[in-house]
């Protein structure tokens, strides 16, 4: 009998070494397929609205932790793009395949693509935004906690958080999905235990908390995902 009440210590195969690139390609293909079609690329293009208004649109640099495949980085330049608008994107990722995947699923793209651990990373500019989506799921409470001080740290603007809630409904179904249209072995395993590793919003509160941000807000978007945003040096809630 699985226990949504907390957070599951389940690895996803994914955070392991040795993975064929073949592999992990699919599977970035495969999640970027679950981002359009389940909403979040919407949640993510949510964020960036909240944090930028429309001066603000002329070439502010955006930049996401954990890019994986670099899909949420086109649905951002796409856009922008619709907006006739410039943005400049970076996308960090410590896996060597995933930065590979990104380069050549989206070459047109005026993106800085870096491999390494984003804690290391150095930019040639500091970022407006920056973001992570379906990132801090695989994290610790402490990991993420410094995670957040140093988001906060390093953007100018304010960054945001979409990733998942941890509800039954919301494991059942992408199980069920799953296995129903994925051909990749990595999406059908990481994916059920993605949702098991997820976050209550009061999960979200405490971590918040821990990590010394006062200020923040918290909205549940469709499917089964939490949107957090922090505007830096902002002392007001706002709506979005």
């Known amino acids: 009998m699985l226990d949504f ?23 970035m293909l495969e999640l970027n397929i679950i981002n359009t079609f389940l909403g979040g690329h919407a949640i993510t293009i949510k964020g960036v609205q909240a944090l930028l208004n429309d001066k603000d649109l002329d070439t502010p640099i955006i930049c996401e ?30 896996k060597k395949e995933c930065i590979a995947t990104a380069r ?19 930019f040639p500019q500091q970022p407006d935004i920056i ?24 953007c100018t603007k304010g960054f945001f958080i979409n990733d998942l809630h941890r509800h039954p409904l919301a494991y059942y179904s992408i199980k069920f999905i799953t296995k129903l249209f994925s051909k990749s072995y990595l999406v059908k395993n990481d994916a059920p235990i993605s949702v098991l590793r997820g976050f209550t919003k009061n999960e979200w ?22 949107l957090i945003i922090v505007r830096k040096n902002d002392k007001q809630q706002y709506t979005f």
């Open 65 to 94: 932790i954990g890019c994986g495949g670099g899909d949420n980085l086109q649905a951002v330049a796409t856009f922008f793009k619709k907006k006739s608008k410039w943005v400049k994107l970076i996308g960090i990722d410590i």
């Open 205 to 226: 509160e405490g971590i918040l908390q821990q990590a010394g941000i006062t200020s923040y807000t918290i909205k549940w978007k469709w499917a089964f995902r939490h």
């Open 131 to 154: 973001f992570t989506s379906l990132f801090c799921h695989h994290f610790n409470t402490e990991q993420l906690v410094q995670q957040l001080q140093w988001m906060q740290q390093n």
């Open 5 to 27: 009440k907390q957070r599951s210590p389940l690895k996803e195969l994914l955070d392991s070494h040795a993975i064929p690139f073949e592999d992990i390609r699919q599977n």
């Open 104 to 122: 050549e699923t989206f070459p047109d793209e005026t993106a800085l693509w870096i491999c390494n651990d984003y804690a290391k990373a150095t």
